[in-house]
C-alpha cells in the first residue's frame, strides 16, 4: 500500500518539469531562469538528494518568489530533511499560489495528516479531490481516510474510502482499507468481498494477500486461506507479511 509520506513526493514529483517559453539556451528572464532551477532542483530530487536540491530551489525562488512549484519542490525537500517549520511554510505558499493546483493542495495536505493534524488537512483534502482537472481524485480521498483513520475516526476513514472507490471501482488503497476495516469490524464477509475484488482486479500486495490469508481462515476456508499464503510466500518472501505468515505456521506446528 503507498503511504501518505510517499504519495506526496510521488505526485510532487510526477508533477513534471516546468517548460519555458523561451528556447534560448541561457534564460533571459526571471521568470526563465526561476523555471531554469525549478527543473534543476527537481532532478535532485528525483536522485534522491534533497540537499543539493535546496540550494537550486532556493535560487530559484530569488528570481521569482511566487513560483507555486518551487515551493512545492522545497518543501519536500525541507521535508525530507526533517526540516518540518521550513516544509510547512512552503507546502502552505504553495497552497495559497495555487488553490487550483490539486497536487499542492494534497501534499500540504498529506503533510498536515502526518503532523496529526486532521482537522486542518481535511480541507485541503476535499480541495485536492474535488478539482476536475484532477486525474486521480481517488488517491487524495484515500489519503483522506488514512488520515482519519489516524485521528480515531473510523466511520469517516470509510466514507472517504467508499467515495475513493466510487471514482475509482478497483483503486488498490482504497479496496484494502476496506477490506481491513471489515476485518476489524468483524465483518468477514464484507471483508472477503472487498478483499476479492481487489485480487481478482489489480496486482497482488502482501498486505492484502496476509489479510486474506486470516479472513479466510477465520471463516473456515482453508483452501482459500492456503491459496492466499501461497502466493504470499511466493511472491514476497522478504516481506513483513511473509514473515508473519512463516511465524504463524509454525506456531500452529508445535
Known amino acids: 500500500m503507498k503511504t501518505l509520506t510517499a504519495f506526496a513526493v510521488y505526485c510532487l514529483l510526477c508533477q513534471g518539469c516546468v517548460s519555458s ?3 534560448s539556451a541561457s534564460p533571459q528572464s526571471d521568470t526563465d531562469a526561476a523555471i531554469a532551477n525549478l527543473n534543476l532542483g ?6 534522491g538528494r534533497p540537499e543539493l536540491a535546496i540550494g537550486i530551489l532556493e535560487r530559484a525562488l530569488e528570481f521569482d518568489p511566487d513560483l507555486a512549484d518551487a515551493h512545492s519542490s522545497i518543501a519536500v525537500a525541507y521535508d525530507q530533511q526533517g526540516r518540518a517549520e521550513e516544509a510547512e511554510e512552503h507546502y502552505r505558499r504553495a497552497a495559497e499560489l495555487a488553490p487550483d493546483n490539486p497536487g499542492a493542495a494534497n501534499s500540504y495536505a498529506v503533510y498536515l495528516c502526518r503532523n496529526n493534524r486532521w482537522a486542518d488537512a481535511e480541507p485541503y483534502f476535499r480541495l485536492a479531490a474535488e478539482n476536475p482537472t484532477y486525474t486521480t481524485p ?3 480521498l484515500s489519503n483522506a481516510g488514512l488520515c482519519a483513520l489516524a485521528a480515531g475516526e473510523p466511520e469517516n476513514a470509510e466514507s472517504y474510502f467508499r467515495e475513493a472507490l466510487g471514482r ?3 483503486y488498490p488503497d482504497a479496496l484494502y482499507h476496506m477490506a481491513d476495516l471489515a476485518y476489524q469490524q468483524r465483518n468477514l464477509l464484507q471483508a472477503r468481498a472487498f478483499m476479492q475484488r481487489s485480487l481478482t482486479s489489480v496486482a497482488d500486495s502482501p498486505e492484502m494477500l496476509w489479510l486474506c490469508f486470516q479472513v479466510e481462515a477465520e471463516l473456515n476456508s482453508p483452501a482459500a486461506a492456503q491459496a492466499c499464503a501461497t502466493r504470499l510466500k511466493e511472491q514476497f518472501p522478504e516481506s ?5 505468515l512463516f511465524e504463524f505456521e509454525r506456531d500452529a506446528a508445535r
Open 240 to 244: 513483513e507479511q511473509a514473515s508473519q
Open 42 to 47: 527537481l532532478g535532485y530530487l528525483r536522485q
Open 168 to 170: 475509482n471501482p478497483v
Open 138 to 140: 481517488e488517491a487524495a
Open 21 to 23: 517559453t523561451n528556447s
